[in-house]
Structure formats: structure tokens, C-alpha cells
């Protein structure tokens, strides 16, 4: 039989950190304690490990205890997550059988933990200091609720089968990973898969989740019944769901529509620049033009631009009214919609928000597209009416002079006027036009301008919706670059590509049904859209418009 020679101990500090019971102040305790070192004894190792115990489970409420000492086994479990609000501190010690006697007297079963996946914190190599703990903490408490593990225990006996689909694993789903995604086998067609677990979800649990079917993340191959995997998404309705529109967001709108307005008026005054003062043509065509002219001799010519203000703020609203009557069928609520004024084209459209979540991506494609198909179709007649006007000469006294090379800003729209004008109006330095003409083409332009395929734009919305969300980063990678470039749009493109950076970048969110085909004509009908929005946004080269004769080319 071996005998004990000698022992050797080592001090090891532990943190724990407490949420007392019945509202009591929240302390902090250090405990120092007795363990054995690597070289140690099997008895100071058991010491050691029964008095951690102790402490463990003492009767503080729940906690979480984190090893400090990188010599140490670095034995931490996991408790309720709580932040430390003081530095009070206390110390313990106690024999091996007094450990023991406590331990058995007090110990009682640690409740579960709050969060489904806390911090992971290794035992190997430096421990997390107090500031890494906080912001674990305060990351738990400020994001959005996740789901509860109970209830993803109850889904999978309940709904989740060999007639359905059969999950293998499971992984984070969502933002934040405040979801789950269950990955697995399908067992039937996806669509009919789909409709049998959102009933059973709602018989089972309630109004709690949303069920989304998405395709699956890194696949390696398609779904032997054709299409791609599939994979099953929970989140909670109030995550999942959009929030409503607050007070705040309803002013901001209202203010954001009044100065749109504005805009549309300065967009008519600025028409009539043949008519103008001499004074306020030269402050605002000048660049060393200093002192402002009075403002007042602007008055006289509001009247004469409401017509062309009127035409743009009607494109804006038929726009709207395009999304909200393809929306309202679905039973697909959208927020209040918050206009963007910019004194070039009267205004840049507006941000209309989903306020519901959308439940395929069929209604995806069609709530996108028929804002701006209703927009370009009111826009298109007027600037159609517009040409024929101008080339009346009944209608001469209400025709404004506009320089020609504005019409070198749009292939399609130019071609289209020097067709309706004739080659002689066009090769010229000014163009009479009727302010109609005008409006249709500022209206267009903005339709346009919102159907490019990136971000959350309507044509953002339509090519996600159509060929998927990693088409759109293709699409919107390009589209980026043609803007950066200024191939489209001319001077507009680095205005409206800030716009998109700050206010539309971000992807729409996935829809519940997010997998099944929109079919082969509005896939057509999308690439069609987007062709038509390159013709209209790339500007006339020189050699091009000095050959059909659209505006007169300088040369050097």
C-alpha cells in the first residue's frame, strides 16, 4: 500500500456571479479556494472538487462561476444570465468533511437556464475578463427574444415526422440567431409539406411562431424530388413580424411630403429658365454669383409651374396606389409611404415598407413591380401627350425652352423625342417643349431609377423575389458599380447611389413560403423590366446623338 509523502496547494480565486432571490441587492462574491495543482495528490484532487461543489450549489440563488486561474481545471457552470452590480467580496474555507456535510445538507437541482445557448467560455487558456461577461450579457438582454427550448422539444415530437419531414439537425436561423432552422429529410412535396405544419403549428402551439420554409443553407445537392433542399425556420411572431407605424413615423412622412411638394414647384420654376429674371438666372447658373437675388420676384412664375408640379406628384402617387391595390388582395398591409424629394427630377419616389410578412414570392414579385408599372404607365402618356403638343403649333405660348443636350440623358427617351420632334427641333441649342413632356420624363426616370435590381428598391424586391437572394447580390454588385461609374443615370448616379447605401441597402426579408417557383412569365417579365430600365438610364454617347442629330455636340 503507497503512502501519502506530502501535498502541495495552490490558491485559485473564483468569481461568482449572483442574482439573489426576492428582489434582494445583487452582490458580487470571491471565493478563494483550495485546489490541487496539476502535480497534486488524488486525494487534494478530491478535496478540492468537493468543496467547489459546495460553493456551487449553496443556496445564493442562480449563478454562473468562471475560473480565473489558468492553472486550474477551469470546472464553470453555467447559470441564469445576470450582470454584477457590486464588488462586495467573502471568504470561505472549510475542512473536506464539513464540505461534505453541507454539501449534502443544502445541495439542491440548479434551475435551467434562460438562454437556449449561452456564452461559451473554454477552460483552456486566458478567461474571459468582467467587460467580455457585461457585453455577453447586455447582447442577451437588448436582442430579440429567442425561442423557447420546451417549445422546440414539443414541435419536433409533435410536428416533425417520417410523413413530413424528418430533422436531423439543427441550427441558428435568423438575424441575430434568435431562431432555429431545422435541417432534415423532406418526405412529400415541399408545398403540401409546408401547409401540413403550419396547421399543426397553430393546433400545438398557438399564435406564438412563424413557420418559414427557406432553402437550405450550403446544400450540397438538389432535393432528389427535384427543386432545391428545403429547410424549416421558427421564429416568434413579435421577431418575425414588422412592428406597426408610431406617431413619430407619421410626422416624419407628412414633413417629408411637404417638402416634396417643394421640390416639384422649384422643379417647375426651374423649367421656365428662359422666362426668369436675369438676376436669378445668374445666381443659380453662376458660380461666382454671391449674393442672393430677392426671392420675391419668384412668385409671379408659381403659378405657371403647378402644372408640371402637379404632373409629378401625380406619378408619385399613382405609383403608391399601384402598390397598395396589388397588396390589398394578398391581405398584405404596407406602411405609410415616406417621399424622398430632390430638386432635380422632383423627387427621388418613395420608401413603402412591408408591415406584414409576405407569404410567398409570387406577391413579392407582384406588389414590386406594380408600383412602378403604374408610375411609368401614367408617365408614359404624359410624356407622349407632352411630344405632341410640342410639335403644335396652336400650343406654342405654353412651351418652355429646355437646353437639347436634355435629352441626351436617356437613350430610349431620346430617341423617342427626336422620332416625335423631327430632326430639325432637336439639332439645336434649345428645344421647345410642353411642360407635360417634361413631367412624363422625370416621371419615368424615377420609375426607373426605383426598379434598378439592388437593395430593398422595387426591383430589388422583384429580382429576390423571382430568382432568389443570392441573384439579387449579382445584380446589385453590377448595378453598384454602373452607378459608381456613372454609365447609369449621368449626374444623377452618385446622388442616387448614396441614397440606396443609406437608406435601401439591406434585402427584403425572406417570405414564409420562400422556395416555391414564381413560373416562367414573371421571371420574363422582371428581366424585361430591368432591360427597359438600362434603355431609359444610359445616357446618348456624342458620336450617337450628333449622328441622329439629338442636341448639338461640341467638338474640340
Known sequence: MGTLTSCSFTPVDFKFLSIPRCGAPRE???????????????????????????????NFGRFRCFSVDNDSNGDGESGSDASRDSNATATTTAEPEEAAEEFNAEKTTPPASVSSRPPSISPVGPAYNNFQIDSFKLMELLGPEKVDPADVKLIKEKLFGYST????????????????????????????????????????????????????????????????????????????????????????????FLLTIGSSVELGIASQLNRLPPEVVKYFTDPNAIEPPDMELLFPFV???????????????????????????????????????????????AITQFKSILPDRSTKVDISIAG????????????????????????????????????????????????????????????????????GWCGLTTSAFNMLPVGCLDGGRAVQGAFGKNALVGYGLTTYTLLGL???????????????????????????????????WRKALVVASIFLVVLTLLPVWDELAEEVGIGLVTTF
Open 165 to 256: 419531414f424528418w430533422v436531423t439537425k439543427e441550427e441558428p436561423f435568423g438575424d441575430l440567431g434568435e431562431g432555429i432552422l431545422f435541417l432534415g429529410n423532406l418526405r412529400g412535396k415541399r408545398e403540401e409539406v409546408f401547409a401540413k405544419l403550419q396547421s399543426q403549428l397553430f393546433e400545438v402551439i398557438g399564435h406564438k411562431y412563424n413557420l418559414f420554409m427557406v432553402e437550405e443553407p450550403n446544400s450540397e445537392g438538389p432535393d432528389p424530388r427535384g427543386g432545391p433542399r428545403v429547410s424549416f425556420g421558427l421564429l416568434r411572431k413579435e421577431v418575425s413580424e414588422p412592428g406597426p407605424t408610431t406617431l413619430w413615423q407619421y410626422v416624419i412622412a407628412f414633413l417629408l
Open 28 to 58: 458580487r462574491f470571491r471565493f478563494p479556494e483550495l485546489s490541487s495543482s496539476r502535480n497534486s495528490c488524488f486525494l487534494c484532487r478530491e478535496r478540492s472538487y468537493r468543496l467547489r461543489r459546495k460553493v456551487l450549489y449553496r
Open 372 to 439: 412602378p408599372f403604374a408610375g411609368a404607365a401614367l408617365s408614359f402618356s404624359m410624356f407622349a401627350v407632352g411630344l405632341l403638343l410640342s410639335s403644335n403649333q396652336d400650343a406654342a405660348g405654353d412651351l418652355v425652352q429646355v437646353p437639347s443636350t436634355l435629352f441626351q440623358g436617356s437613350l430610349l427617351l431620346g430617341l423617342i423625342s427626336r422620332a416625335t420632334l423631327g430632326y430639325a427641333a432637336m439639332h439645336a441649342a434649345t428645344v421647345p417643349i410642353h411642360p407635360l413632356a417634361i413631367a
Open 486 to 520: 456613372g454609365v447609369l443615370g449621368g449626374p444623377l448616379s452618385l446622388p442616387w447611389g448614396l441614397y440606396v447605401l443609406i437608406c435601401q441597402r439591406s434585402p427584403e426579408k425572406p417570405c414564409l413560403n420562400d422556395v416555391t417557383d414564381v413560373g416562367t
Open 303 to 349: 403659378e405657371s409651374a403647378l402644372p408640371l408640379a402637379y404632373g409629378v406628384l401625380g406619378v408619385l402617387l399613382f405609383h403608391e396606389v399601384g402598390h397598395f391595390l396589388a397588396a390589398f388582395p394578398k391581405k398584405v398591409r404596407l406602411s405609410i409611404p415616406f417621399f424622398i424629394p430632390n430638386i432635380t427630377l422632383g423627387s427621388f419616389g
